[in-house]
């Protein structure tokens, strides 16, 4: 954001749209101001599918508004101006500042007050630039398009109220968002995929189509998954274990709390501290552990039960790394036991702003695709370039073809505070790597000072089919649990090494991965995903037809498809109403004459009826394609 100084070597990594964007805005203040003279301007930065400029104004901007500005902004777009760069000291523009000449159109009597703040903060060594279009000039760093002619179709969106710098010490200003594109068809696209994500909004469908709610008395942030959210999760558990199975990786199970001191030896506290649940403080008996080895009878002697005078703090888990660790402590490990790969589908609780709290992607209980991986140095490239496989064959199998993986590395100057102070350690493991990304091809992008306090990590980012964007997954490097939990192996030389150890999570958390699914099929799950694969719907309730109809739907259930019945006595109009309304995949439509052949008439929501089958055939068509997976 401009509030922040960007430095110029980022304003100058500017993407084209958003230098369109950003060049939208000073056409915006342009026109506010040749409506209202008096307008005082903060920031203008280009934002994710727009932009925005902070304005200081009596009169309150409202929608209605917008096609008097629109119509402002067009002239001065039609006008063609260009977009001037003039480089001045500090003094010349402290004196245009002065004279409310900065972000306006002409001198006015007011000084430019928040232009004048802003070149306070510009470093002493920093050259500053404004920037003329038409007769309106803006303290500005750039970058810009050539001419106002060069935007071609832009639109305001909204108007909220903001404080200036973000900060709620500081003046109320009304912030007016827009976004801007090269072409007409580009803005209406946009507007269009819009449209479509709130009809997708996860939120909206996971509740008509019954997947989870939310309750009050539960609490915010806590998801309850009804029946047929469960078998979505079920059918992603099944994929995730039969993959990680055939990738050599075993099964673990571990508890949802610990010790205070698990976590302080983990070190996610105290760095962690404020993402986790309070603790809770349990004055305990402080022999429960040894006491448990005894036999039966030694236990009957010892029977007095020693409290300690302290309490003790038990945290709800909030990663399950630690837990896994000493999993991996417990045995004796050599060389010849790595890689060791633990998996678990593991519950974490994190505490989340009740502000940040979002349907099923904010939350506060989540259950995670979790393994970590053990290993020697050497293995590392294998290992990490496997993980990489895993995430690639999983796209495919949900038909994401858009992804970016975001490699987030650590910043020197924030060992020991942000990151462990484990210098050396940092840059060898980025290297590396940085060395395995490079060397798949895979489509990345390095962001300095975002990783993970113990380690570098890779955020996988996707995007849905309508083009909505999703962090759904991370990957991290880790070499500061292993050591801090003293985790050893012994080397071929048999002495204890520190393994290093690769956390992933391919399919995210269940909430978070089914309310990307939502969103990405529209609730129009495919067969193998469908909460209700199957729903048998008679014509007419005659004893024979549904003795018929429940034969089939035994069948089903016996190859573990989840198949229901309507025989109620509504018409069959209303029976395929509600069950396209509810998404279920298939529709078995079964009358006296499908009875009589041995058949069922076949309709697949969004198809629609495909005709009378052979019953065997059928069967088999439905089997083959929840086995395979197919994405029909
Ligand atoms: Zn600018
Ligand atoms: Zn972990």
Not at 39 to 53: E, L, T
Not at 461 to 490: C, H
């Amino acid at each position: 954001m401009e509030d922040e100084r960007k430095t110029p070597e980022m304003r100058a990594q500017m993407t084209d749209v958003e230098r369109l964007r950003h060049s939208t805005a000073h056409v915006l203040a342009t026109a506010i101001l040749k409506i209202w003279p008096e307008a005082q301007f903060a920031a203008g930065p280009p934002v994710d599918n727009g932009f925005y400029y902070d304005v200081d104004l009596p009169h309150r901007i409202s929608p209605d508004d917008f096609e008097k500005i629109e119509a402002e902004m067009k002239k001065e777009i039609k006008a063609n101006h260009p977009f001037e760069r003039m480089e001045v000291s500090r003094h010349e523009a402290l004196e245009l500042g002065k004279k409310g000449r900065l972000a306006a159109l002409t001198d006015r009597d007011q000084p430019s007050k928040f232009k004048l703040d802003i070149i306070e903060n510009i470093p002493t060594d920093e050259k500053i630039s404004l920037y003329r279009n038409g007769d309106f000039i803006d303290l500005c760093a750039g970058a810009h398009v050539m001419r106002t002619g060069n935007i071609g179709a832009f639109r305001l969106t909204s108007v909220a109220s903001a404080y200036y710098k973000d900060d709620e010490k500081n003046p109320q200003l009304q912030r007016v968002y827009g976004t801007a594109f090269k072409t007409k068809k580009e803005l209406d696209e946009h507007f269009a995929m819009l449209e479509e994500a709130k009809k997708r909004d996860h939120r909206k469908l996971g509740k008509e189509l019954e997947i989870y709610i939310i309750d009050e008395d539960v609490g915010p942030g806590l998801p309850l998954w009804l029946p047929r959210g469960a078998a979505i999760i079920e059918e992603l558990e099944k994929l995730a274990k039969e993959t990680e199975f055939a990738a050599g990786y075993q099964r673990v199970r571990t508890v949802n709390i610990a010790r205070e001191r698990l976590y302080k030896k983990s070190g996610h506290l105290p760095y962690y501290a404020e993402s986790m649940f309070p603790p809770m403080e349990l004055s305990e008996d402080v022999e429960a552990i040894k006491r448990d080895e005894l036999t039966r009878e030694e236990s009957d002697i010892a029977s007095t039960v020693q409290r300690s005078n302290s309490s003790t703090k038990y945290y709800l888990k909030a990663m399950n790394c630690p837990h896994h660790h000493k999993l991996f402590a417990a045995v004796p490990r050599s060389y010849r036991d790595l890689p060791l790969r633990l998996a678990e589908y593991g519950f974490c609780h994190r505490y989340e702003q009740s502000g940040e709290l979002f349907g099923l992607m904010r939350v506060r209980s989540m259950q995670m695709n979790d393994a970590h991986l053990y290993m020697t140095p050497e293995q590392f490239g294998a290992e990490f370039n496997a993980v990489n496989e895993m995430y690639l064959n999983y796209f495919k199998l949900f038909g994401l073809d858009k992804y970016l993986m975001r490699f987030s590395t650590h910043d020197p100057t924030k060992l020991g505070q942000k990151f462990v102070d484990e210098s050396e350690l940092w840059k060898q493991t980025e290297e590396m790597t940085r060395r395995v990304l490079k060397d798949s091809g895979i489509n990345y992008v390095e962001v300095p000072n975002e990783a993970a306090f113990y380690g570098p990590k890779i955020d996988v980012q996707v995007w849905s089919v309508i083009g909505r964007e999703f962090t759904i997954a991370t990957n991290q490097v880790d070499f500061a649990q292993p050591r801090r939990l003293n985790l050893r192996y012994k080397d071929r030389d048999n002495v204890d090494k520190v393994p290093l150890c690769i956390h992933r999570a391919p399919l995210g958390t269940h909430e978070r991965f089914i309310g990307f699914l939502i969103e990405h099929y529209a609730g129009n799950f495919p067969l193998w995903l469908s909460p209700e694969q199957v729903r048998i719907l008679t014509i007419g309730d005659e004893s024979q037809l549904l003795d018929y109809s429940r034969e089939i739907l035994n069948e089903l259930r016996r190859h573990q498809v989840r198949a229901e019945i309507d025989a109620s006595s509504d018409k069959i109009n209303g029976k395929i109403q509600r069950a396209e309304q509810m998404k279920v995949h298939t529709m078995f439509v079964i009358g006296k004459r499908d009875m009589e052949a041995n058949a069922v008439s076949v309709r697949v929501h969004g198809k629609g009826n495909l005709g009378a089958k052979p019953r065997r055939e059928v069967m088999a068509d439905i089997l083959r394609s929840i086995k395979e997976r197919r994405s029909e």
